[in-house]
C-alpha cells in the first residue's frame, strides 16, 4: 500500500506540472501556424511507453511517462495529442481540452485527429453546438478530412439535422469508401428519409467491410427486408406487394428498382428447389442486372446512382455478385453460407482485390 501511495504522490507532482502548461493553452482554435520541435531518442522512448501504458488501459502511468517527456519538449502535437488521450479517458477533460488546443497550434499529422477528439469531448460534455463548430472549423483547415466529416455526421444525426448529417456523412464516404462506420451510417440516414434502395446499397457496402460483428447482424436484417421489396405473402401461393408512394426519394426515384424487387422476391420466395442464400444471390443479381443508367434519376442528390450504381455493375460484368453475396451473409447462421465461403476463398479474395481497387466517383 505504501509503494502505492508514493506512487500517486509522484503522479500529482507531474500533473501539477502539466496542469501549469495546459493554463497558457489557447482557448481559441486559430490556424496552425507553428512548426514542432521533433522528439528526442529519450522523449520518443517516453512517448512509446506511454502509448504502451494507455493501449492496456493504464491511463493515469501514461499520463506520468507523457508528462515526463513533456518537461522537456512542450511543442510536439503528438505528444500533447497522446497525452490527451489518456486524459480524455479519464475523464479528465479540461486537460485534455487544454492540450489539445496548444497541440492544434502545431502544423503537424496529428490535427485532424486532434481536431476529431476535440470536438467529441464538447459533444461528450453536452455541448453539441460547440462540437459542430470544433469540426467545422477543422475542415477548413483540412477539407479532405474523412474523419472529420464522420463524426460532423454524427453529432448532426444525434441533434436530429438528418440532411445536414446526410451531407457530411457522404463526405466522408466520397474521402474514406473503405470506412465501414460511414456505410453504417448512411444507411440508417437513408432510411430516416425512406430511401430503401440507397440504404440496400450502404448496408451491403457496410456487410462487405465489416460482415461479422453485433452491427453486421442489424445491417443483414436491413438488407434482407429492403431485399423483400414490400412482398408480404396473401394466401397460400399468392403474394402482396406494398410500395410507400408518400416517400420522399430525397437519393433519386428508385421505384421501379424497389417494385421489381417485389416482383423477384415473390418469385424466389416461391421457389422452394433452392436455399435461402441461392435465393439471395438470385434476387441480388437480379437487382444488379436492373441498375441502369436511368436507375436513381429525377432526385435532390446524385449521390447514390454515381457512388454505388456504377460498382455493383461493374461487379455484375466481373461476375463477382455470387462472392459478395456470400461474404455479406458470412456473419450469419445459415451452414450454407459457411460451406461455401470455406470451398470459395480463391473468389472471395478477387472480389476483396478488386473491391479495393476500385474507383469511387462522387456527385453530391
Excluded at 456504377?310 to 453475396?325: A, G, N, S, V
Aim: with cysteine; charged share 25%.
Amino acid at each position: 500500500m505504501k509503494s502505492i501511495q508514493f506512487f500517486s504522490a509522484s503522479l500529482i507532482v507531474l500533473l501539477l506540472f502539466l496542469v501549469a502548461g495546459i493554463a497558457q493553452a489557447q482557448q481559441k482554435l486559430e490556424p496552425p501556424k507553428l512548426t514542432p520541435t521533433a522528439l528526442t531518442a529519450s522523449e520518443q522512448r517516453l512517448l512509446q511507453e506511454g502509448i504502451a501504458l494507455h493501449d492496456k488501459k493504464l491511463y493515469a502511468e501514461a499520463v506520468a511517462k507523457y508528462t515526463e517527456a513533456i518537461k522537456t519538449n512542450q511543442a510536439n502535437d503528438v505528444l500533447l495529442y497522446e497525452a490527451a488521450y489518456s486524459f480524455h479517458e479519464l475523464k479528465e477533460y479540461d486537460r485534455a481540452i487544454g492540450l489539445l488546443y496548444e497541440a492544434a497550434q502545431y502544423k503537424g499529422n496529428s490535427l485532424g485527429h486532434i481536431y476529431v477528439m476535440l470536438g467529441n469531448i464538447f459533444d461528450e460534455r453536452g455541448d453539441p453546438a460547440k462540437a459542430i463548430e470544433t469540426y467545422q472549423f477543422g475542415l477548413k483547415q483540412l477539407p479532405k478530412e474523412g474523419g472529420l466529416y464522420y463524426n460532423l455526421a454524427i453529432t448532426l444525426y444525434r441533434q436530429k439535422r438528418v440532411d445536414e448529417a446526410k451531407k457530411a456523412a457522404k463526405q466522408s464516404a466520397r474521402y474514406r469508401p473503405d470506412h465501414p462506420a460511414t456505410q453504417f451510417l448512411l444507411a440508417n440516414l437513408f432510411l430516416e428519409t425512406k430511401d430503401k434502395i440507397p440504404a440496400l446499397f450502404a448496408y451491403s457496402r457496410f456487410l462487405s467491410l465489416e460482415p461479422a460483428t453485433e452491427r453486421s447482424k442489424t445491417a443483414l436484417v436491413g438488407v434482407n427486408q429492403i431485399m423483400l421489396g414490400g412482398v408480404k405473402k396473401d394466401g397460400e401461393k399468392s403474394f402482396m406487394i406494398t410500395m410507400d408512394i408518400l416517400a420522399k426519394r430525397d437519393e433519386g426515384d428508385f421505384n421501379a428498382l424497389d417494385f421489381a424487387l417485389g416482383m423477384t422476391g415473390a418469385e424466389t420466395t416461391a421457389n422452394n428447389s433452392k436455399t435461402a442464400i441461392q435465393k439471395f444471390v438470385s434476387q441480388f443479381e437480379s437487382m444488379a442486372v436492373m441498375l441502369g443508367d436511368d436507375s436513381g434519376k429525377n432526385g435532390k442528390s446524385k449521390f447514390a446512382r454515381m457512388y454505388y450504381i456504377p460498382y455493383f455493375r461493374q461487379m455484375l460484368e466481373r461476375k463477382l455478385i455470387e462472392p459478395f453475396c456470400y461474404l455479406i451473409n458470412s456473419g450469419s447462421d445459415d451452414p450454407n453460407v459457411k460451406d461455401w465461403l470455406a470451398r470459395n476463398q480463391t473468389k472471395v479474395e478477387e472480389l476483396k482485390q478488386w473491391s479495393a481497387s476500385f474507383k469511387w466517383a462522387f456527385a453530391e
